[in-house]
Each structure stands twice: as C-alpha cells, then as structure tokens.
C-alpha cells in the first residue's frame, strides 16, 4: 500500500503539535525538527488549517497549534484535510475488481476507514516509544487558548 508523502507528513506534523499541545510551535522549528521544507510543510499547516485542525498566530509569540485536544482529532479528519483517500483506490485508470476481489478491497477499505476514525493524534504520541517524543517541543509558549 502507498501512503504519500503528503498524508505521512501531515500525520507528522500534527503528531508534533500534539506533543506540544496546548503551546504553539514556529513553523521554521517544525520544520527543522521534522526535517521538511518550510514551503512544503506551510502547505500542508494551511490544508490543516482550513480543515479546522490547526489554529495559527502571527507575531514574536506566535506559532502554530492544534485547534482542539490531541484526544479530539480522529486520524482520519488528517488525511481527510490533505485531500487523502480513506479507502482503496484502484490503479489509475483501472477498473476496481468485483466478485470475490472487489469484496476484498471493499473490506479492506470499510477496515481502514474505521481504524482511522477511532484512533486520535492522542493515541499516536502515547503509543510513541521512548526517545520518539520530541523534548524540544515542551517549552513553555503561549497557550493558545489566548488566541481569538
């Protein structure tokens, strides 16, 4: 199964948010931390953005934030925000299976959509082994529960 880039890199970054939550974090840090381009990773702050997940503010103490709790974003309304398929999708230009195929990939499909829908960022930064969670991203910041 392919993940694009795209869709790892946002689960990514969200999951960075959320171990920074409820602070914010400059997205040139993210960056570095999470080794993306700025632009690219701007992108996909703006996908999640307008998706309702992330909040942003301008200035010395601003930064970007998750909009709600970690425990609160499905990991499907990620993929959902980047313009990520939750089901399987065929080969460009070919034709699903049907008959005993096709039921596979429908199942597979229903399967991925609901362990997408009930695992959370929360799950994701809990489930983190040791040494995986970033220490640099626990700096005291503006809450962002100030923002408007």
């Known amino acids: 199964m392919f993940i694009p880039a795209r869709t790892d890199n946002a689960v990514r970054a969200s999951a960075a948010l959320a171990r ?15 080794g993306l381009p700025l632009q690219f990773l701007e992108n996909i702050l703006a996908d999640l953005r307008k998706g309702g997940l992330v909040c942003s503010r301008r200035g010395f103490h601003g930064g970007y ?4 709790a970690p425990d609160q974003i499905a990991l499907a309304e990620i993929l959902t925000a980047v313009g990520s398929p939750l089901v399987v999708t065929g080969m460009p230009g070919a034709a699903l299976e049907r008959g005993q195929i096709g039921a596979l990939w429908a199942e597979l499909s229903t399967a991925m959509r609901d362990f997408l829908h009930a695992r959370t960022l929360a799950d994701l930064i809990v489930d983190a082994p040791p040494g995986d969670v970033d220490t640099a991203s626990t700096r005291v910041r503006p809450r962002h529960d100030r923002i408007p």
Do not use: F
């Open 20 to 34: 920074a939550w409820p602070d914010l974090v400059k997205a040139g840090e993210l960056s570095a931390r999470e």
């Open 65 to 68: 934030g998750l909009a709600r």
